[in-house]
């Protein structure tokens, strides 16, 4: 049966910290607040979840009791899965999880400040190495399907990043243990480092191999890691001409976007990403894409394009985003120096 929608009146408690669930939400209609303890400073933190968000995934996927309160604000309805069902959904809607793990930010920047407790970090730890701590944290608890994605995920915002090719191997570690033990089922997982000398190999019947979308794309990822753009270039030309799906045809185009930036090809850069806003107005990384357009008419000299592409993003953009302040940088530099 299906999961079913659960209503919530005003100021009723859909669970408790410290509770013990297996239930994930997601929140349709209403307010629900997440109440939950600071881990540095022990003072009370509140969330607020917006509709169409998850909560209760954390603890739901990795077996342990909640670590906060969901308490309902306004009259809300919610849908509940199963940890089971909420995997099954997740790992059938690879977009979903992408999703989830873009949007549901406070989620993530909790887990980043409990990894760098834990860590012992006492300097600033920046988006990218948070991202990765993400993945290394769900490695760790056996999270598989959430580690391979954050690994994944880092690979997309941070194809040139310092642990660009750890994340590429940790993403394989996480996968072997997922074929063969499923979830929370298998042994300790060290990341960073020895992990993949340790990974099981499983057998033939236990994988289902990676599509060859799938491993076209990664592969060319991974040239980017390294800065061979001209040949990650190529594996993305032979990826599109070899119809693939409809998700790994943006991808692969809009990383092609990214290679001729970085070759400094910047009116086939303008040309190929305005294509592809003009097909996937409503694409996640629609922002960056117009960020790279802007960013080529400015090494271009065009500063008036520029800007009017800098306004566009700045009208789409929180404050609180790293790519606001970055074309907010570009922009102010354009009005100082017409």
């Given at each position: ?32 607040s997440l109440t939950y303890e600071d881990i ?256 080529s008419y400015y090494n271009m000299n065009d ?36």
């Amino acid at each position: 049966m299906p999961p079913k929608a659960a209503f919530y009146k005003a100021n009723s408690i859909i669970y408790f910290r410290g509770d013990e669930g297996d239930k994930v939400f997601i929140l349709n209609s209403g307010k629900v607040s997440l109440t939950y303890e600071d881990i540095e400073t022990g003072q009370e933190m509140r969330d607020l979840v917006k509709v169409g968000e998850f909560f209760g995934v954390k603890s739901a996927l990795g077996r342990f009791r909640r670590e906060e309160t969901a308490l309902v604000l306004a009259d809300c309805q919610v849908v509940a899965f199963s940890a089971d069902e909420f995997e099954l959904l997740v790992l059938k809607n690879i977009p979903l999880i992408m999703k989830m793990l873009k949007v549901y930010s406070n989620q993530l920047r909790r887990i980043q400040k409990q990894v760098q407790t834990l860590l012992g970090a006492e300097e600033h730890v920046d988006a990218a190495k948070g991202l990765f701590s993400i993945g290394e944290y769900y490695l760790r608890n056996k999270a598989y399907p959430q580690a391979t994605y954050a690994f994944k995920r880092y690979l997309v915002y941070y194809p040139s990043g310092a642990a660009a090719n750890q994340a590429l191997k940790n993403i394989e570690v996480a996968e072997a243990y997922l074929s063969r033990y499923g979830t929370g089922k298998g042994p300790d997982v060290q990341a960073a480092g020895p992990a993949e000398k340790t990974a099981p190999q499983p057998q033939a019947a236990d994988k289902a191999p990676a599509s060859d979308a799938e491993q076209r794309y990664y592969r060319a990822v991974s040239l980017i890691s390294q800065e061979k753009y001209e040949d990650a270039l190529k594996e993305f030309k032979g990826l599109i001409a070899a119809g693939p799906d409809e998700e790994y045809l943006s991808k692969a185009q809009y990383e092609s976007g990214r290679c001729l930036f970085y070759l400094k090809q910047y009116d086939k850069a303008i040309g190929l990403f305005t294509q592809w806003v003009q097909k996937y107005p409503k694409h996640p990384d629609l922002r960056d894409a117009l960020y790279f357009v802007g960013t080529s008419y400015y090494n271009m000299n065009d500063k008036t394009k520029a800007a009017g592409i800098f306004k566009k993003i700045l009208t789409m953009t929180p404050e609180s985003e790293s790519i606001y302040q970055k074309t907010r940088k570009l922009l102010k530099q354009i009005e100082g120096n017409p």
